[in-house]
């Protein structure tokens, strides 16, 4: 399957300030994942840290946020990784099922699900 870049607003609930970026799409992934300089600049605070398995196999300990996020016209919060600079921001599996969106392996798409299942 290619690579799905998707865009994507991160910001602290109730706040203004948001981080605008494109993200990868990574089905692979648990959590979000963006820079620590634009999440606090944005005033995203982190409130914990977890150990992450990386794609590599290993393990690395990240700081970890509470953010809502924006994208395909769906809203959702959810724990966004304090990345290191130069990070490609990626968005993780727990958003999009959240957000109702799903991939199609059949056409490499992202499409809305008609509702979110409870």
Not at 109 to 114: F, G
Request: hydrophobic fraction near 45%.
């Amino acid at each position: 399957m290619g690579f799905i870049h998707l865009p994507v607003s991160v910001k602290a609930p109730g706040a203004s300030a948001r981080y605008d970026a494109l993200f990868l799409v990574d089905t692979g992934a648990i959590d979000s994942m963006a820079p620590a300089s634009e999440l606090e600049r944005v005033g995203i605070q982190p409130v914990g840290r977890q150990m992450y398995e990386l794609a590599n196999g290993r393990y690395e300990e990240y700081a970890f946020g509470v953010a809502q996020i924006e994208f395909m016209g769906a809203i959702t919060g959810g724990r966004v990784i304090f990345g290191p600079e130069g990070v490609e921001p990626f968005l993780g599996v727990t958003a999009l099922e959240a957000a109702g969106i799903t991939i199609d392996p059949a056409t490499q798409t992202l499409r809305k699900l008609p509702a979110v299942r409870l």
